[in-house]
């Protein structure tokens, strides 16, 4: 596996936070396999630590973390494994609403709920009610998520309200469309692939694709900082460039 820490580097304070981090959470099954282990539990190995995960990174200013735990393509997997990670799901958000609450975190699911076992839609809903008035930081996991899908149901939305749509009042027919623009999407498993996920929000965002599987990532505080100190190096310009002077050449 390459290695992102050879080179021995002085540990510096990033000069630039993103505000939104998305995270595709790839590489589970290969982790456990590589290990000797059942595929399955390298699901249940991408959930250990993930709420150190998520107060790490708020306390250095990130203010919005997004996870995309299951996709709408994803009920194309075997009935034992979309099983195995609804409970796995179900279990994980009881644990998250103590964490809600405890640090006044605001858990936000997205995509639609009407192929989730009714156990777990109601947990989402729960889950989401009861954080709905917190202050110190969001989680949003996308779970039944898929980008485009996301946009038709806010075009038929945008549609039957009859009224003239602006880029800006359209965002609001969104499952998002409240939630910042992603400034980083962090990818595991050298997979290099947006695999239809929050497509709208992604539209300046930074990549990040790294070959760590997901629970070495999740564990790892070294590859925390390793996300934080790349961002700091990107130059964000949104369609804008630098300037020139008359001759062409860069000021």
Same mark, same amino acid.
């Given at each position: ?5 050879? !080179?021995? /580097?002085?540990?510096? @304070?990033? /000069?630039?936070?993103? !505000? ?7 590489? %589970? ?23 150190? +995960? ?9 203010? /919005? ?12 997997? =075997? ?11 179900? %279990?994980?958000?009881?644990?998250? +609403? !103590? ?5 006044? +975190? ?5 995509? /639609? ?34 980008? @485009? ?6 075009? %038929? ?11 800006? =009042? ?5 499952? =998002? ?47 925390? @900082? ?17 300037? +020139? %002077?008359?001759?062409?050449? !860069?000021?």
């Amino acid at each position: 596996m390459f290695n992102l820490f050879k !080179k021995k /580097t002085a540990v510096t @304070q990033p /000069t630039k936070i993103p !505000k939104h981090i998305a995270f595709i959470c790839d590489g %589970n099954r290969r982790w456990a396999e590589m290990r000797g282990l059942p595929p399955l539990m390298g699901h249940k190995a991408g959930i250990a630590n993930f709420e150190n +995960l998520v107060d790490w990174f708020f306390a250095r200013g990130v203010t /919005t973390v997004t996870f995309f735990l299951f996709s709408t393509e994803n009920w194309n997997r =075997t009935k034992e494994e979309i099983d195995f990670l609804m409970d796995l799901f179900y %279990n994980e958000m009881k644990k998250n +609403l !103590k964490h809600a609450l405890e640090k006044n +975190l605001r858990y936000r699911v997205i995509g /639609t709920r009407d192929r989730l076992p009714k156990k777990l839609a109601n947990m989402c809903d729960k889950l989401e009610q009861e954080s709905a008035e917190n202050t110190g930081g969001t989680v949003v996991f996308a779970l039944n998520y898929g980008g @485009q899908d996301e946009i038709v149901n806010a075009v %038929n939305a945008a549609i039957a309200e009859g009224a003239p749509v602006t880029r800006e =009042t359209f965002e609001t027919f969104l499952d =998002t469309g409240e939630l910042l623009p992603i400034d980083l999407m962090v990818r595991t498993s050298n997979e290099f692939r947006i695999s239809n996920f929050l497509l709208w929000k992604l539209a300046y965002a930074e990549l990040l694709f790294i070959p760590e599987h997901w629970p070495d990532l999740v564990k790892s505080e070294k590859l925390w @900082q390793f996300v934080l100190d790349e961002y700091s190096k990107r130059n964000r310009r949104f369609g804008g460039g630098k300037k +020139l %002077n008359y001759s062409g050449r !860069k000021k």
